[in-house]
């Protein structure tokens, strides 16, 4: 399945500080998918992950305490 990512609205993570070289979401995407793509290369291919598994890495990513 491809998603539609002509209308996507994309951001950076606000621990990019403004850098270049990171990684890009699209929010705004139905079916409960989350693009990802490489800020450098806008143009380029996006990978697209369901939003619960989305979810989950982004959960071991984050510092436990």
Known sequence: MRADLSNATWRKATYSAGQEECL?????????????????NPSGPALVFPAGVWSVFIEHLAPRG
């Open 24 to 40: 890009e979401i699209a929010d705004n995407i139905p079916g409960g998918l989350v693009p990802v793509r490489d800020s450098r």
